[in-house]
């Protein structure tokens, strides 16, 4: 499901895939607004399902990471105030969620973006962050 949903470097928040070209992708922002433009080919472009957390022992998928935060959250959208919230409570609340994360290399940046990334899925009803193919895939290897 998160193969489709991109961030795109120097613009907040995140936007679907809606179609591709040699030279540029046509996507559609996840605010409210719902406004479509094209991203040039040249702008650093990446999916979600390509993005890992560091770990003490390797990469964690992110789709894993929102998992966990949807398990400990019971589904509904984070209780952190990603807004007001210090660089110590959103450290707290990874730990609480990924409790081996690299602390050198996830930074307070990122913890923040990956909760406002998990609120914004919700907010427009993407709820499963792994599709069942590649559950399957990954269970017969």
Not at 53 to 77: C, F, H, R, W
């Amino acid at each position: 499901m998160l193969k489709d949903i991109l961030a795109i470097s120097g613009r907040p928040g995140l936007y679907k895939l809606i179609t591709q070209s040699k030279n540029m992708w046509i996507v559609e922002s996840l605010n409210p607004q719902k406004r479509r433009f094209p991203v040039p080919a040249h702008q650093k472009v990446s999916s979600l399902a390509d993005i890992a957390i560091y770990t003490d022992e390797g990469d964690v998928p992110l789709y894993d990471v929102l998992n966990a935060i949807k398990d400990k959250e019971k589904g509904q959208k984070t209780i952190l105030n990603t807004k007001r919230a210090t660089g110590e409570q959103f450290r707290a609340y990874l730990a609480e969620v990924l409790p081996n994360f690299d602390r050198d290399k996830v930074y307070v940046s990122d913890i923040k973006k990956m909760l406002n990334w998990y609120n914004t899925l919700l907010a427009n009803g993407i709820t499963t962050f792994k599709e069942v193919e590649e559950e399957t895939i990954e269970e017969e290897k």
